[in-house]
């Protein structure tokens, strides 16, 4: 909880979760992503290579289930020993490289741990994460991971442990050298490779301007500055009637329980899958570049701490998964720490009641159908959501006076309690 002055001259408590500055030139870790051209004999051997790794994860959720009725331990040191007796034993096993077989079980060992500890903080069963289970090998993706002494680029190339070469199309450069690599494959077959590197901060010309930036569904984002705000683009409104068509021959195709899908229906959920996979491309590529933009323009941004996870359950729930509000404000987080922009987080309670000039709070709460706020103290009108973004931007510390555009004098260290 941060205490900020109001500008009525009071202090308001008011809660508020900012981002730390950057004070370093590293960030983090970044990943890149890169498509990869298989060739078959390699296809095979990954998929080889996903099969041991599969029964691996197979006998570490058996072997989990076994301790827990026993009432033992199950860490990944005793998962770890297990694998060790595992490729002792078994010949086939060993034909696979023992890093992506060692990383199942790290992957095993925090997703158990995940499920575990949301347990015993008594998460609802609705929000807590699951245990792990059996993977199926039709309908679990591969998903090999390798750390730095389990592949190499050579000349180009990405070489596995194991002798599987595979080709990079290097879309663009690796800033530093790579500290670990995921090798999967989507949904619709293509072969992706993920490589994690140290995120270097790319500093950008001072401007001298804030923004705040409010969520929303009838416009995704609505900022303190007209010029960007972020319209619905409503990408899957548009392909809603070319995906119902694909859904329809899924739907016609759909074999009975118990029986292999024919030709005909693989190829119209192949079609699905390259409409979602579209779609999804579309959202990404519309969020980055308003993003980029924003961040370019801004020193300092205030964001809206909006989960739209609740909207699922509301009349506006396609829309609003349309609108990617989400992705939409990850992309703008990672692209202000890229960048080195101040980005601060804010709690969204009571942004739709406050006024944005003098602070009052509205005496009830503001119905949908209400577009416009009008403040009963201080008497300034203006449209709900504009309002909203101009509270979001006071409470972070960034608009004395409320003049759009404007920055402190100098900078607020506001940090959550």
């Not at 041991?52 to 020993?81: F, I, M, P, T």
Request: net charge positive.
């Amino acid at each position: 909880m941060g205490i900020l002055p109001s500008l009525s001259g009071l202090p308001v408590r008011l809660p508020i979760v900012t981002t730390p500055p950057h004070t370093g030139q590293e960030a983090g870790y970044a990943r890149y992503t890169f498509r990869l051209r298989v060739s078959s004999t390699a296809r095979r051997a990954l998929s080889g290579e996903w099969d041991r790794c599969r029964w691996v994860w197979n006998q570490c959720v058996a072997e989990s289930r076994a301790a827990h009725k026993a009432k033992e331990e199950c860490g990944q040191a005793r998962l770890d020993r297990l694998l060790t007796g595992w490729r002792a034993a078994r010949g086939w096993l060993r034909e696979g490289g023992s890093v992506p077989q060692q990383q199942t079980i790290r992957d095993f060992s925090k997703a158990r741990s995940k499920a575990l500890k949301d347990i015993q903080n008594r998460v609802p069963v609705r929000q807590r994460a699951g245990m792990p289970r059996f993977k199926r090998k039709h309908a679990a993706r591969p998903t090999l991971n390798y750390t730095r002494r389990g592949f190499r680029l050579k000349e180009g190339q990405l070489c596995l442990a194991g002798g599987i070469c595979l080709t990079v199309v290097w879309s663009r450069q690796l800033p530093a050298e790579p500290s670990s690599v995921r090798v999967y494959r989507d949904g619709l077959g293509h072969w992706y490779c993920s490589f994690v590197v140290p995120a270097q901060t790319e500093p950008l010309p001072e401007t001298g301007r804030v923004i705040g930036v409010d969520w929303g569904v009838a416009e995704t984002a609505t900022t303190t500055s007209d010029e960007h705000d972020l319209p619905h683009a409503e990408h899957g409104r548009r392909a809603a009637r070319r995906l119902a068509r694909y859904q329809r021959m899924m739907a016609r195709r759909k074999p009975p329980k118990g029986q292999k899908a024919s030709k005909g229906y693989q190829r119209a959920k192949k079609r699905a899958a390259k409409a979602h996979a579209k779609v999804a491309r579309q959202r990404q590529d519309t969020a980055r570049k308003w993003a980029k933009r924003v961040v370019r323009d801004h020193d300092a941004i205030a964001v809206e701490d909006f989960k739209p996870k609740f909207l699922a359950k509301s009349s506006m729930a396609r829309k609003a998964a349309d609108a990617a509000i989400g992705a939409t404000k990850r992309a703008l987080v990672e692209m202000g720490r890229k960048h080195g922009r101040d980005v601060r987080l804010v709690r969204p309670a009571h942004t739709t009641m406050d006024c944005g000039d003098c602070g009052a709070r509205a005496k009830h709460r503001l119905p949908l159908s209400e577009r416009t706020y009008t403040c009963t103290a201080c008497g300034v009108s203006r449209p709900r959501d504009k309002n909203s973004a101009h509270v979001v931007l006071v409470r972070a510390g960034l608009a004395p006076a409320g003049v759009e555009g404007g920055g402190p004098e100098r900078p607020l260290d506001v940090r959550a309690a």
